[in-house]
């Protein structure tokens, strides 16, 4: 069974793997950056044996309440070295592809985006905690943080157009999407905040909507191409 407190609780992607007879599902996460660097310098310095490594590996990250006692051991094994690669072994091979993905899902001129601006620009939340937020509670502290720069900026803010937004009749018409004119309404927020700082968030919101990310394509084949090495 999958442990869904656990799932609400991990921080970055989550991944599935079935075996070939279509039996088992086991679902995990990545290792965090510091968990795979202790990883990877236990197995480069020798102080644990590749099966070792690999199944305290799996067991840190496996997202299951038990694993099921019909389990083949390789099966553990294989997926342990799975996510050591996925956690930082392929970044030498695959970086490029991986940024390039996390841009078209996280795309520069989003409502999202230019909301999360906002938000940041006038008070001093991670975007860790944000993400805890609901719909609403996202929502509403867009608008408090709109008028709040609206009141230290002036004309110089200009006030999101509502009526640019379509409804989910409206884009089933024109499924072009938000019609909004971002360049002009991040000027405002680069005036309050800096534009370094909106490229740091933009950078940082990459990692942290990639929630139920999938392989990239390169992912996929060096993978392929390390297996069958």
């Given at each position: ?24 599902t086991?679902?995990y ?6 968990e ?12 644990l ?5 690999y199944?305290?590996?799996f ?21 342990g ?5 996925l ?9 490029k592809?991986d ?21 940041t620009?006038?008070f ?19 608008v ?5 720069m609206?009141?230290?900026r002036g ?7 509502l009526?640019k ?8 018409k ?23 700082n909106?490229?740091e ?11 139920t ?9 060096r993978l ?6």
């Open positions: 069974m999958i442990d869904v407190d656990a799932i609400l609780e991990t921080e970055g992607g989550l991944f599935q793997t079935t075996t070939p007879d279509g039996e088992q086991f679902t996460r990545l290792l965090s950056m510091k795979y660097k202790i990883f990877a310098a236990l197995r480069d310095g020798g102080l044996p590749p099966f070792r490594l199944e305290q590996i067991s840190r990250c496996f997202l299951g309440e038990i694993i099921p006692e019909n389990s083949r051991a390789g099966i553990i094994f294989s997926i070295q799975f996510i050591l690669w956690s930082g072994d392929c970044e030498n091979d695959t970086l592809e940024i390039s993905s996390l841009r078209l899902q996280n795309p520069l001129d989003s409502l999202y985006t230019y909301e999360m601006a906002v938000i620009s006038i001093p939340y991670k975007l860790e905690d944000i993400e805890k937020w609901s719909r609403l509670e996202f929502h509403r502290k867009f408090i943080a709109e008028n709040l609206i009141k230290q004309e110089e803010v200009t006030r999101l157009d009526a937004i379509q409804s989910g009749g409206e884009k089933a024109k499924p072009k999407g938000l019609a909004i004119d971002f360049e002009r309404e991040n000027a405002s927020i680069r005036s309050a905040m800096g534009a370094g909106v490229e968030l933009e950078a940082e919101m990459g990692d942290l909507r990639a929630r990310q999938a392989l990239t394509q390169a992912q996929a084949q392929q191409q390390r297996q069958g090495r």
